[in-house]
């Protein structure tokens, strides 16, 4: 059985399952069946837990936040100034899965201050893909805080928002854009949360942020020679051009 791997949340439980197996070898000898993941999944349940950001607990949060410099990227200039012209055009939108604290701590120090103003509307703890084919209904943000239900309404000046679902959203994105059918196109770096289910939903068009698809040396050194550079372990390359077979 293959697990991928589809975000960098993930990364880590590729190594923590490694390690476990090899740990497991070592003193059993190799297995024909191994139940490690389940532990993996309630450890990585508890580092990521959302209330851990306030309380410290799980260790994840508390390196980002002594760490700013080594983990945080600031964005670059030319991408600021294209949201903030797109939304002098369109009506721009942001759905993160992240909490409100740790989505802002996260967005205030790759796009500033001000990030909040490159977006007419936010919505915090999407808890995606259920947010596009589920009902759960959505939560007001009074600061870094989840309150309790709201109503969206679009004659308020509230636009941030937790939780909630695409359809009462898309109501809302109606009537921001003032438009009756507005044409969504929603660019998302998670081919299952962002990609594959809006997109199978019919809610909207799609675009993919697939990192591993830039153009590198080793890419180039790949698509020369794909099972040499497989062979040498130095790039894996990506899910969408490995094309290779070979006989033993």
């Not at 497991?24 to 209330?51: H, S």
């Not at 153009?215 to 490995?242: C, H, Q, R, T």
Request: charged share 25%; proline share 4%.
């Amino acid at each position: 059985k293959i697990r991928s791997c589809l975000d960098y949340f993930d990364t880590p439980s590729v190594y923590c399952f490694a390690n476990c197996v090899d740990a497991i070898d070592a003193v059993y000898g190799p297995q024909t069946k191994y139940n490690i993941w389940p532990d993996i999944l309630d450890c990585l349940m508890q580092i990521f837990c959302r209330e851990h950001f306030v309380s410290g607990k799980g260790g994840f949060f508390n390196q980002l936040k002594d760490n700013i410099t080594k983990y945080y990227k600031k964005c670059d200039e030319s991408v600021i100034k294209w949201l903030k012209l797109l939304k002098q055009k369109k009506t721009l939108f942001l759905i993160t899965g992240s909490n409100v604290d740790f989505a802002s701590f996260t967005a205030t120090n790759s796009m500033g201050e001000n990030w909040t103003d490159l977006f007419d509307s936010v919505v915090f703890h999407a808890r995606k893909p259920g947010f596009f084919k589920d009902n759960r209904p959505f939560m007001g943000v009074d600061g870094l805080q989840e309150t309790g239900p709201i109503i969206l309404d679009a004659s308020n000046k509230v636009k941030h928002y937790s939780q909630g679902n695409w359809k009462e959203f898309y109501d809302l994105l109606s009537t921001i854009s003032n438009k009756k059918d507005p044409k969504i196109l929603y660019i998302g770096d998670h081919l299952i949360k962002d990609i594959y289910t809006p997109s199978k939903s019919q809610i909207s068009d799609t675009v993919a942020v697939v990192e591993e698809m830039s153009v590198s040396d080793e890419y180039v050194e790949f698509e020369k020679d794909p099972y040499a550079a497989l062979l040498s372990s130095k790039m894996w390359g990506s899910f969408f051009n490995i094309n290779v077979g070979y006989e033993e």
